[in-house]
């Protein structure tokens, strides 16, 4: 029998930390179940503590998830880390997958799923919701999962993806760059440059695209 897995549970919003730790514990797999609410706890958590699993919601700072996978994932080698999606997309399926993600759940699936998951992972094996299943595939060159095709969004730089997420939601240019922390310039900048790379020429373009390449929620 393998033992217990040590689960670190990381979600900026405290209800969403407490429920899954509640419900964690009652699930046979599981052993000790940590919580964090930035990257920061996060690090000192596994840093001090054996911790196999990171269990990490994308909602509903999404792009910060991924970093805190990369900087957990570089130093701590055995930790494996499991992202947990509100909805699906092919950017976020191949932010994940190129960080070497060893899971990804989609919130719409029952508890059981992230059971599933948590037990799959913990013992060195990978699991993925089949809503993702599908758009996947192993690649030996890459010794890991790929998305079937190159998306098209790959493009972009991460941060562009984020303003062009916020411009297609309807936000102004001020407001995205009161979200983001950064310069109404420097908005300015990412948003040409996102017109050019994709070479889209208006606003309402960038909102119907980034609607078609489901980068919005629904």
């Known amino acids: 029998m393998s033992p217990p897995v040590r689960v670190l549970l990381v979600d900026d919003q405290l209800m969403v930390l407490e429920a899954l ?22 690090m000192q958590e596994v840093e001090k ?7 990490l919601g994308t909602e509903p700072s999404g792009s910060k998830a991924f970093d805190v996978a990369a900087d957990l994932l570089q130093p701590f080698h055995r930790t494996r880390v499991i992202f947990l999606f509100g909805y699906i997309s092919d950017v976020l399926i191949e932010r994940a997958l190129k960080v070497r993600a060893s899971g990804c759940v989609v919130k719409s699936e029952t508890f059981d799923a992230l059971s599933r998951a948590i037990e799959a992972v913990g013992r060195g094996d990978t699991y993925f919701s089949p809503q993702i299943r599908e758009r996947i595939r192993f690649d030996p060159a890459f010794d890991g999962y790929v998305l079937d095709s190159e998306h098209a969004l790959s493009v972009l730089t991460y941060r562009q993806i984020e303003v062009l997420k916020h411009l297609a939601e309807g936000f102004s240019v001020k407001e995205i760059a009161k979200l983001m922390h950064l310069s109404q310039k420097a908005i300015d900048s990412h948003k040409y440059r996102i017109m050019k790379r994709l070479a889209i020429h208006d606003r309402v373009g960038l909102a119907r695209y980034a609607i078609r390449e489901e980068l919005t929620q629904p």
Do not use: M
Not at 49 to 55: F, H, N
């Open 21 to 42: 730790a509640s419900l964690l514990r009652f699930v046979p797999c599981v052993g000790e179940v940590l919580t964090a609410t930035n990257s920061e706890e996060a």
């Open 49 to 55: 503590s054996r911790v196999d699993v990171v269990v």
